[in-house]
């Protein structure tokens, strides 16, 4: 194994992934190199993007068995989740069978990895698998995430969608419509138990809240005023209001240059976790709509941990734009961005 290469760490010195990708031919030249190697070519992912790549190798090497349990049409209608695809929670699996079981083989348990590798930002790589450990109780990576297919992988539309305790994330190669990251996704943290301290010592995700915290100590009263809002909506409320909507908060058009520089690096914050075609896709999104000076920013009294006046919950929403981040008892973010806001929502918190 090369330096930096991408592997299951639990599953090195097990398995020879490249000769399993030219075996199932899928490229092999694609995914010979580490996944974030790849040159970006455009502001959004594509189906030969390094995570698409692999879930096209993925979706070749299932047996029919395996395609029937975890692969679905692409508007697949879920008895209790509606359109499966779209679906996002804070706390779910969309399918039963684990990554890390017997019902896959461990050439697949290790594409897998790569696939869920091929989302991140490889700086993120390390904290994200800290978070995954410590919400799941120390368990292995794989032991308690689930995946599952839509469409048909090198065919027009299709999704991979990984799902578990604080997560869900996605990879399309841009075939979804209109929406960034694939759809609304999902992240938080429980880094030292289900109530946090004011704190939040260990949680890979607070300094995202301490840099928007860093606008509101920049506010003055008026603004202060306005931003600051009574009560926090429901966690799973991150459907999209449009242009005429009511944004809670104070709108980002009315802050001072140096204020709008400081909610910059807010929004690069909570974007870099992820690769850099689905933060540019994002951007764009964004920018479609107006941009920042769209949006809102609102923080939220209840809720505030240890009564510091560090808001543990804050809401940076636009048109098509919702970043919803709660603090209380621990880290939850609902993320849902599009062009238009006409696209639907399907959640549960």
Same mark, same amino acid.
């Given at each position: 194994?090369?330096?930096?290469?991408?592997?299951?760490?639990?599953?090195?010195? =097990?398995?020879?992934?490249?000769?399993? $990708?030219?075996?199932?031919?899928?490229?092999?030249?694609?995914?010979?190199?580490?996944?974030?190697?790849?040159?970006?070519?455009?502001?959004?992912?594509?189906?030969?993007?390094?995570?698409?790549? %692999?879930?096209? %190798?993925? #979706?070749?090497?299932?047996?029919?068995?395996?395609?029937?349990?975890?692969?679905?049409?692409?508007?697949?209608?879920?008895?209790?989740? +509606?359109?499966?695809?779209?679906?996002?929670?804070?706390?779910?699996?969309?399918?039963?069978?684990?990554?890390?079981?017997?019902? !896959?083989?461990?050439?697949?348990?290790?594409?897998?990895?790569? $696939?869920?590798?091929?989302? !991140?930002?490889?700086?993120?790589?390390?904290?994200?698998?800290?978070?995954?450990? *410590? *919400?799941? /109780?120390?368990?292995?990576?794989?032991?308690?995430?689930?995946?599952?297919? &839509?469409?048909?992988?090198? =065919?027009?539309?299709?999704?991979?969608?990984?799902?578990?305790?604080?997560?869900?994330?996605?990879?399309?190669?841009?075939? =979804?419509?209109?929406?960034?990251?694939?759809?609304?996704?999902? !992240?938080?943290?429980?880094?030292?138990?289900? #109530?946090?301290?004011?704190?939040?010592?260990?949680?890979? #995700?607070?300094?995202?809240?301490?840099?928007?915290?860093?606008? &509101?100590?920049?506010?003055?009263?008026?603004?202060? %005023?306005?931003?600051?809002?009574?009560?926090?909506?429901?966690?799973?409320?991150?459907? &999209?209001?449009?242009?005429? +909507?009511?944004?809670? +908060?104070?709108?980002?058009?009315?802050?001072?240059? =140096?204020?709008?520089?400081?909610?910059?690096?807010?929004?690069?914050?909570?974007?870099?976790?992820? /690769?850099?075609?689905?933060?540019?896709?994002?951007?764009?999104?964004?920018?479609?709509?107006?941009?920042?000076?769209?949006?809102?920013? %609102?923080?939220?009294?209840?809720?505030?941990? +240890?009564?510091?006046?560090?808001?543990?919950?804050?809401?940076?929403?636009?048109?098509?734009?919702?970043? #919803?981040?709660?603090?209380?008892?621990?880290?939850?973010?609902?993320?849902?961005?599009?062009?238009?806001?006409?696209?639907?929502?399907?959640? /549960?918190?």
């Amino acid at each position: 194994m090369q330096p930096n290469e991408p592997h299951c760490p639990d599953c090195a010195g =097990e398995i020879d992934r490249r000769e399993f $990708i030219k075996q199932v031919s899928v490229g092999a030249a694609a995914l010979a190199v580490p996944v974030w190697a790849t040159p970006r070519v455009q502001a959004a992912p594509s189906s030969k993007s390094p995570a698409e790549t %692999a879930v096209k %190798a993925l #979706y070749d090497s299932l047996t029919p068995e395996q395609r029937k349990a975890v692969c679905f049409d692409w508007n697949y209608m879920d008895p209790r989740r +509606g359109l499966l695809r779209t679906h996002v929670s804070n706390n779910w699996q969309i399918t039963p069978q684990r990554v890390r079981s017997d019902f !896959y083989t461990k050439k697949q348990q290790a594409i897998i990895y790569d $696939i869920f590798k091929g989302i !991140y930002n490889p700086k993120w790589y390390d904290r994200v698998l800290q978070q995954l450990k *410590d *919400d799941t /109780r120390g368990q292995p990576w794989g032991a308690q995430q689930s995946i599952a297919i &839509f469409g048909k992988p090198g =065919e027009d539309k299709f999704e991979f969608v990984m799902t578990g305790r604080h997560m869900t994330i996605r990879a399309d190669g841009n075939t =979804e419509n209109h929406v960034a990251f694939g759809g609304p996704i999902f !992240y938080g943290h429980a880094a030292r138990g289900f #109530y946090e301290k004011p704190d939040h010592p260990g949680n890979v #995700y607070w300094h995202q809240a301490l840099l928007a915290n860093k606008v &509101f100590e920049m506010l003055d009263k008026n603004q202060r %005023a306005e931003a600051l809002v009574a009560k926090s909506p429901r966690e799973s409320a991150v459907g &999209f209001q449009g242009p005429k +909507g009511k944004f809670p +908060g104070i709108a980002v058009k009315e802050l001072n240059a =140096e204020q709008k520089q400081q909610l910059q690096k807010v929004l690069a914050a909570i974007l870099e976790p992820y /690769r850099q075609d689905d933060q540019d896709e994002a951007m764009s999104c964004l920018k479609k709509q107006g941009g920042l000076d769209a949006c809102s920013l %609102a923080f939220y009294k209840d809720d505030d941990l +240890g009564n510091d006046g560090v808001w543990d919950n804050w809401r940076l929403e636009g048109p098509s734009f919702v970043w #919803y981040f709660r603090g209380a008892p621990h880290v939850h973010v609902w993320v849902n961005v599009a062009d238009d806001p006409s696209v639907k929502l399907n959640a /549960r918190g």
